[in-house]
């Protein structure tokens, strides 16, 4: 197997009263493959803003990323300003150095064009996302909320600068298991695009399942969740309730993926059992403050982000 499992649990005993118990899920990949026929969709900001420095080093980057993925996969490209503009399964050598910058920013229709892309293309990869201002087409937050990443799909955004929307690019990001990057100094773009080129993974179309199904995931969509592609590492948080004086099984993880080496279907179980504690010193005993602590910190992190989505309040 290419992937390994570990389930881990912020208490190890039930007790007199119910509880929301904090689960950590690690995927690791243990072999890795070169990473082949996945769809890189790059979605470029091209309004007046980003005109000069920042266009040409958002081309450098899109052309860094291009020539560290593998042969063997797609790569398409997006434009838009006052209008969106496609590129499908394109030579990016011949398509940058035409690109211009002028216009508005019409953010939604190119985000709407990029994911019909992808869900016509019957692959999983990547959308890349770069910006550096404010939407015209679409202006409020909750629409972009509600927009679905086609299933197998992962953003990765780039806001450029420090005038770009952050609360939509965080819940586009958020809706895909995705990343965003807080690109300020734009000399630094076409590192950190480099640095997202994916060419090794260990598993794709992964799923992961849970029982009980009632699990709250913190930084997932779902349950299930859905991974297009593994890497080196993913991480997922959420909540189980365990019930008074509970004993047995509490959590069954179920993860399925195709296997990156030989192409085989592979499915790997991992479960946490409990029992109740004797007393109040074996319950204690029993918690990991450590795994609560860190779970509290993201989950802090995303009640922030959620409230600036609702425009509660502005980044600093």
Excluded at 268 to 283: F, H, Q, T
């Amino acid at each position: 197997m290419t992937l390994s499992v570990r389930t881990e649990l912020s208490h190890s005993y039930s007790y007199d009263s119910k509880v929301d118990a904090v689960f950590k899920i690690t995927l690791v990949a243990e072999k890795q493959a070169e990473a082949k026929g996945f769809q890189h969709i790059i979605v470029l900001d091209t309004s007046h803003s980003m005109a000069g420095k920042k266009l040409e080093l958002a081309k450098k980057g899109a052309q860094e990323y291009w020539s560290r993925i593998p042969t063997g996969n797609k790569v398409s490209f997006i434009t838009f300003s006052d209008s969106v503009h496609t590129y499908p399964d394109t030579n990016l050598s011949t398509t940058l150095p035409g690109i211009k910058a002028t216009g508005m920013t019409a953010l939604y229709s190119a985000l709407t064009t990029a994911f019909d892309m992808a869900a016509r293309s019957g692959d999983s990869g990547w959308i890349l996302l770069l910006t550096d201002g404010h939407p015209t087409d679409v202006t409020k937050p909750e629409p972009y909320s509600a927009l679905k990443t086609p299933q197998g799909f992962k953003m990765i955004e780039f806001g450029i600068g420090e005038d770009y929307r952050e609360d939509i690019l965080k819940a586009l990001a958020d809706a895909s298991g995705g990343v965003l990057y807080h690109v300020t100094d734009a000399d630094k773009l076409p590192v950190v695009m480099q640095e997202n080129a994916v060419a090794q993974v260990a598993g794709r179309n992964i799923t992961v399942d849970f029982e009980p199904s009632d699990v709250r995931i913190l930084n997932y969509p779902g349950p299930p969740v859905k991974i297009n592609a593994l890497e080196n590492i993913a991480k997922i948080w959420g909540q189980v309730t365990m019930p008074e004086g509970f004993k047995g099984q509490l959590l069954n993880v179920q993860v399925s993926y195709g296997d990156a080496v030989d192409g085989s279907k592979q499915t790997i179980n991992s479960s946490k059992n409990i029992r109740p504690a004797k007393n109040d010193e074996e319950y204690t005993q029993g918690i990991r403050n450590s795994l609560m602590a860190e779970f509290a910190y993201y989950q802090g992190l995303e009640e922030y982000y959620k409230q600036l989505s609702a425009g509660k309040f502005r980044a600093a």
